[in-house]
């Protein structure tokens, strides 16, 4: 019986001109964005690699030091995080505020500190080694012309199309049947509401997930059939904790992983905004709203809290990367699970106390 | 006979919020009980606004009551839900489906929603042998051609007249075979013609299946002739309920008689020096409301000469229950 009302849900919340619409514009905007991407990049290696003969590579990502360089950098972190500790007390609340997300200088010299305690540990003396920074990254992966730094870039550019689906598909769920009258002939049946709310949910998350795979495979595919793989010792930091290496891979995965959760959250929150107001509208404007509020949350001092920023957990596999004042992973990911279940838990009770008609 | 359904004391009572104002409440349904039998059709009378639909839609699950019980075949909404649900069907207000598909896949989808005990009769071993798909399939054209759509069954439903979307509701009730049959005002929208087809049907349903049925119309005149039983429902409170047959039992009073005749206007005048009636014309027919024996009035027209072309008695019984019951409501 489930599996049917499952399929059924399937059924009403797939389109297939919304599929087609959407797939459309995906492939027309990665024509659009891969050309000029490439025209972009090509100019980029040129005023980089001038800007490296100047000998400022502060846009870099890569370092290459010596043994006693690395003592000195190691020395140098250590102050810089003393005083911005010591600055942090002075700021109290203040420090959690900004008027553009920065990311938190605290976590940034922790990273670095992580790094270069991995160098001397491992004697990676003289030698390239490339850490994983979400923004520079994508930046420097792209100038170098490679297969992950493209995916990466891409993946950023088109999670838009799939937030936007993801809002289509979760905002009308329950509302479009309130709307339409149908959910009456669908709960005089021999099913519980919660049955319903579960097979709505499934469905949501069936749909969006299915978009995102084309979206990645297609994504990493052309990437990867475009480009090599970076070369480099590639170095990602856990949190500011520690330092640990892995293939240019990692930093796809965290990219999609990214990707992936912010695309969850916008459907689980359209699906209860929608449901709470009864309005696809609000189901739609509503968790938006969070997304383009989220630099007055900044402004508050509250942005690590924002539910639209708990999911970039991957930032948290880099260094500076996506770690707002005050962000930590330990935060992130109990928050976020906290609004998702939340969120779910209140579909349910909202779904199961109404009168649908 | 059987209970199909049961209401007991039940109550609803709506908050609505405006504003800073301070909360409303409006009790739409006034503690009612009353009982549903099988092989029934039960018509529920009211005014707009009585507690028709609210009441309707707390039996079959969709509202839920502010106090009260209500019970399907022994089993109770609340307590016992998925239970219930197996044995009833019905439209509440407007009977909607989903618009881009046709009526046909509207019935397929939903009637892959009912467990196979409840759609096939298991001293029946022609439909025992039969998978749930080849059964689902059966019963969504036996209930299409019941309600007469089987030729449009592939028309999209946004095409479908309101009408055409009566009967795809029913066909939607119809699906499981339910005991227990509610449909809120279902001659809504539908032309003479459909409202014969729909008015046989119940009756046929009631009598062949052992439906229970329970119709609610805010018209007497399109229960009068299916109920075995009405209930007057005025102010969320149940006012009169009556049998069908007590009702023809206890006519003494009066009829309205419709007469058409070849001269309206003299055979007016002559039944009211005849029987000094007040006779009311309207085009070539002519109404009369009286307690008069129809037999006999038609007579003395013959007799006098007038060609009595068409003659139409109706009981004015339920009309008069109707009015007291919901005299407070007005
Ligand atoms: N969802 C609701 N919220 C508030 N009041 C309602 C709601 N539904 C119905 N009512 C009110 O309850 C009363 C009964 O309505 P209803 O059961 O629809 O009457 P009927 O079907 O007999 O015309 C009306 O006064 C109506 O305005
Ligand atoms: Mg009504």
Known sequence: MFKQLYLGELKKLFSLKTAIIMLVLFLAGYAIVGFSMNAVSELSITNLGSEVEEGSAELSNVIRVSESEAQIHLGVNRTLLENAEKEKKELGFKYYTSFLSHSDSIYYYKSQIAIYEYIIENELYDTDIVYYDSTLFALNFLSGQNAGGYAIVMLGVFSFLLTIYALIIGSGAYANEMKNGTLKIVLMNPITRNQLTLAKLLAILTLISAAFLIVCATIVSISYGLYNDAEGKFVYVFNALKAFRAGPGFAVFVGILDVYLSVIMYGIMSFFFGTLTKKRIWGFVIPYGFSLTATLAGLVGIARFWPTNVTSVSGFFGVSGNALPGGNFFLSLPLLIFYLGGMIAGTFFIFNQRDVA | ?330
């Open chain 2, 1 to 330: 006979m059987g209970v199909v359904l049961e209401v007991k004391n039940l109550t609803k009572v709506y908050s609505s919020h405006k504003g800073l104002s301070r909360a409303k409440t409006l009790r739409a349904v006034d503690n009612i009980s009353f009982e549903v039998h099988e092989g029934e059709v039960v018509g529920f009378i009211g005014p707009n606004g009585a507690g028709k639909s609210t009441t309707i839609k707390m039996i079959t699950g969709l509202a839920k009551p502010t106090s009260g019980e209500i019970k399907i075949c022994g089993y109770s909404v609340d307590k016992n839900h998925v239970e219930a649900m197996k044995y009833v069907g019905g439209v509440i207000e407007t009977p909607d489906m989903y618009g881009d598909i046709s009526g046909e896949n509207n019935l397929k989808y939903l009637v892959t929603l009912h467990p196979r005990e409840t759609m096939v009769d298991i001293n029946d071993p022609a439909l025992s042998l039969l998978t749930k798909k080849e059964i689902d399939k059966k019963r969504v054209e036996d209930v299409l051609r019941m309600v007469g759509l089987w030729e449009r069954r592939t028309d999209l439903v946004r095409r479908y007249s309101l009408g055409m979307k009566q009967r795809l509701g029913i066909a939607q009730a119809l699906l499981s075979k339910p005991k227990l049959l509610v449909l809120d005002e279902p001659a809504n929208g539908l032309d003479p013609a459909g409202i014969i087809y729909i008015r046989t049907l119940l009756r046929k349903l009631a009598e062949v299946y052992k439906m229970g049925i329970l119709v609610s119309s805010h018209q007497l005149s399109e229960l009068q002739l299916m109920c075995t039983r009405v209930l007057v429902i005025s102010n969320g409170k149940i006012t009169a309920e009556k049998n069908m047959d007590e009702l023809a039992q206890d006519e003494t009073g009066a009829h309205i008689i419709t007469l058409v005749t070849d001269r309206p206007q003299e055979s007016a005048e002559f039944l009211q020096t005849k029987f000094g009636l007040h006779p009311q014309i309207e085009g070539s027919q002519i109404k009369l409301n009286t307690s008069i024996d129809t037999g006999t009035i038609t007579k003395e027209l013959v007799l006098a000469g007038f060609n009595v072309l068409g003659v139409n008695i109706e009981k004015v019984r339920l009309e008069d229950l109707f009015m007291n019951a919901t005299k407070e409501a007005r």
